[in-house]
Every structure is written in C-alpha cells, then in structure tokens.
C-alpha cells in the first residue's frame, strides 16, 4: 500500500511516499513540496494528499493481494507520523493483540468481510471483555475507512459489524472523612505533591507530572494546567514524552489558588532551591522548572506515582482505590458541596458534561434521594 508523511528538510518540507516497488518491496521516495515550513502546513499537507493518491493509483494492483493483517502494520507506521508518542504505543499494543488472528488465517484486505470482523470479535469475547472488544475493533475501523481514502476498498466491513454492549465503569472515590484521612497521612511522603493536586483539583496523572512553576501566578493567585508528561510503553522500554497537547481543549483550564495551597506551594519551591544549593552538582537540572520532582531535581515518574499511592495506602492501613479515583474523590466531593455537574465538568476539564454525567450519575442518584426526604420532611413537618 502506499503511505505518506511530511518531512522538514533545509526549512522546507518533504513528502516522503513510501510504496510497493512491484517486487514485494518497499521503495521510499522524497519530493520537495516547494513549500517552506514557517506558514504553509496546510499546503504542504494537501500537496502530501494528492501524491499519495497519485502513487495510490499506479500502484494498486500491488496492493490490491496484500494481507490484511500486513496492511494494519502499514497503516500503522504511516500514521505514526500524526499521533503522539503514547497513542501510537496504545495503537502498536492493540495491533499486536489483532494481527495474529488474521495473519493465521491469510485473509487479504480485498477480500475482508463484516462476517471476517464479526468472527474475530466473537473470537475475542471469549478471553476480553467487551469494552477493550470495541478499542479493537475501533483501530480496525479506522484503518479500513484509510483504505477507501486511497481508493483501495470503495466500502468498509466493519461498519455493519455488530458493536458488543459497552461496559460501564464506575469508578470508586473516597468520602469526605477519607480524605481528610488521606491528606495526614500523605504529609511528608516523597509523593505528597503530586497527590495534593489530585485531590484539590482532580488534575489527571499526565498534567500533575506537567504542571511546572511558570504556570504559577503568584499575583493573582492561579494555576494554569497547559502541559503534560506520560510514561510511553515503546518496544518494553518506557521512556517520558512531554507535550503540550492536553487530551481536549476543554482540559486547558486555569484553576484558583487559596491561602492553604500558596502556602504549601511556597514553603516547597523554598524546599526546592535549598535542595539545588545543598546537592550542587548531583542535582538533576534536567526538568529544572517542574513541580514534581524529588530532592535531587529527577521528576517523580508517573508510574512511580501509581505504585507508590498503592504502597502508601496498604502500609496505613487505608481501603484500596486507584490513582486516579482520586480525580473521582475530587468531582464527589464537589457534588456533595452542592456545585452542578456542570462546574465539574469544567473543573476536570472534561470535553463535554455528558462524560461528566456518565461517570457521576450514580452520586447524583444519592444526592437526589437526601432531596426527596427533604421534601418529604418539609411536607410532613
């Protein structure tokens, strides 16, 4: 199959055409767009477009007898090029799991059926559950809809392939008293700051990793969640990708700052710089400017964070709920306090409030039995 990324070269950018020679071979080609790189992404993007499908057309009779389970590998390192590090590596993981079915079976693209798709879902009920089913089956949809686009299959199996019943996940929380609980025995622990800014703001673990003291504004007393650092699983080597791309553009919030966390923020940033002075040249510069790093400057890895929460939480004694239901604490409480789904949703920095819905129907349905004993009682008093 043919497939295409834009390179910068010289200051200018490059479509490079990757096809099939004709001889089971892959031939990599580079075509100066013409075009610089300060101000002209879109053309260079249409002028990527229109040689793909040009090297398309001459070469789909090579394609046409490729293996399906090939095709998938293609599409994947050609859209390695358009997605973050820790989608790709949630992609590769997903195919991984996908290919060998249809590489045992030797089902070619043009010759994929629903029927084929339906199959392997059946397949794989048996050992997953639905919901990570539909992650699977999502990847192999979106792979075939880029098999029309280049003119490969005019219609796409997968969608007539019937969806399994989704899952729902209810996420557990701590109660008010729980975290109050938390909050003492977290004093001085090496992952004391990252879980101060996923209980008080139910920031996700990638932007508690992200949040930098630049986004600090000490005058007006705010905190700017713009950035993020996620553990990436490439090959078995885990490596940190930081970008500034958040997962939705409703996740770029400014969240305020009271007297209590100025205060804890101050005493360590002092902490902080002491650390810089005492350690002198063992200290890590690094991710100097990061909030959450350890006395010697290293980050505290995200994954750290995760197992160390667990650790802290079996040593003291404290029921067992994952990181991130801490996000899930955060969004209960508020609920309690008697904000709306709504001042959550923008809190949490969710896209839209029907995800803010979904997850927090269940408090909502208990909120709303204490207002039918208030009427109840108002009536009967």
Same mark, same amino acid.
């Given at each position: 199959?043919t497939?295409g990324s834009?390179q910068?070269?010289s200051?200018k950018?490059?479509?490079?055409?990757?096809?099939n020679?004709?001889?089971g071979k892959?031939?990599?080609?580079?075509i100066?767009?013409?075009?610089t790189?300060?101000?002209?992404?879109?053309k260079?993007?249409q002028?990527?477009?229109?040689?793909?499908?040009?090297?398309s057309?001459?070469q789909?009779v090579n394609?046409?007898?490729?293996?399906?389970?090939?095709f998938?590998?293609?599409?994947?390192e050609?859209h390695?090029?358009?997605?973050?590090a820790?989608t790709?590596a949630?992609?590769?993981?997903?195919?991984l799991?996908?290919?060998p079915?249809f590489?045992?079976?030797?089902i070619?693209?043009?010759?994929?059926?629903?029927?084929?798709i339906?199959?392997?879902?059946?397949y794989?009920?048996k050992?997953?559950?639905?919901?990570?089913v539909?992650k699977?089956?999502t990847?192999i949809?979106t792979a075939?809809k880029y098999?029309?686009?280049?003119?490969?299959l005019?219609?796409?199996?997968?969608?007539w392939?019937?969806?399994?019943k989704?899952?729902k996940?209810?996420?557990?929380?701590y109660?008010k008293d729980?975290?109050?609980?938390l909050?003492?025995?977290?004093?001085g622990?090496?992952?004391e700051t990252?879980?101060?800014?996923?209980?008080?703001?139910?920031l996700?673990?990638?932007e508690i990793?992200?949040?930098k003291w630049?986004s600090?504004?000490?005058?007006?007393?705010?905190?700017?969640i713009s950035?993020?650092?996620?553990p990436?699983?490439d090959?078995? +080597?885990?490596?940190l990708?930081?970008s @500034?791309?958040? =997962? $939705?553009?409703?996740?770029?919030?400014?969240?305020?700052?009271d *007297?209590t966390?100025?205060a804890?923020? +101050?005493?360590?940033?002092?902490?902080q @710089?002491?650390? =810089? $002075?005492?350690f002198g040249?063992s200290?890590n510069?690094?991710y *100097?400017?990061?909030?959450?790093?350890n006395?010697?400057?290293?980050?505290?890895?995200?994954?750290y964070? $995760?197992?160390?929460?667990?650790?802290?939480?079996?040593?003291?004694g404290?029921?067992?709920?994952?990181?991130h239901d801490l996000?899930?604490?955060?969004a209960?409480?508020l609920l309690s306090?008697g904000?709306?789904l709504?001042d959550i949703?923008?809190?949490?920095?969710?896209?839209?409030i029907g995800?803010?819905?979904?997850?927090?129907?269940h408090v909502?349905?208990?909120a709303?039995?204490?207002?039918?004993n208030?009427?109840t009682?108002?009536l009967n008093g």
């Open positions: 199959m497939t834009l910068k070269k200051g950018y490059y479509a490079v055409i990757c096809f020679s004709g001889e892959q031939t990599q080609k580079w100066n767009t013409g075009y790189v300060v101000g002209n992404k879109k260079a993007d002028f990527l477009k229109q040689k793909i499908e040009e090297y057309s001459v789909q394609d046409t007898r490729i293996l399906f389970c090939d998938l590998i293609d599409w994947l050609m390695k090029v358009q997605v973050e820790i790709y949630g992609y590769k993981r997903l195919l799991q996908i290919q079915y590489k045992q079976r030797k070619f693209l043009l010759d994929l059926t629903t029927k084929h339906q199959d392997y879902c059946t794989k009920l050992t997953i559950s639905p919901n990570t539909l699977h089956l990847l949809k075939l098999a029309q686009k280049i003119r490969i005019k219609e796409n199996p997968a969608d392939v019937e969806r399994p989704k899952q996940f209810i996420g557990d929380y109660n729980e975290i109050t609980a909050l003492s025995v977290i004093k622990s090496p992952i990252p879980l101060m800014f996923a209980i008080y703001f139910g996700r673990r990638s990793a992200g949040t630049s600090i504004d000490w005058v007006n007393r705010t905190l700017t950035h993020k650092i996620v990436v699983n090959n078995g +080597k885990y490596r990708d930081a @500034d791309r958040l =997962k $939705t553009k409703s996740s770029y919030r400014t969240m305020p700052l *007297d966390f100025i804890f923020l +101050k005493k360590l940033k002092a902490q @710089d002491e650390n =810089k $002075t005492y040249n200290y510069y690094e *100097d400017g990061y909030i959450c790093i006395d010697v400057g290293q980050l505290i890895n995200p994954n964070i $995760t197992a160390a929460f667990r650790k802290l939480l079996v040593k003291n404290m029921r067992l709920i994952r990181l996000r899930h604490s955060c209960t409480l306090l904000y709306s709504k949703q923008v809190w949490l920095g969710h896209g839209d995800t803010t819905m979904n997850i927090y129907a909502e349905s208990s709303k039995k204490a207002m039918i208030g009427i009682n108002a």
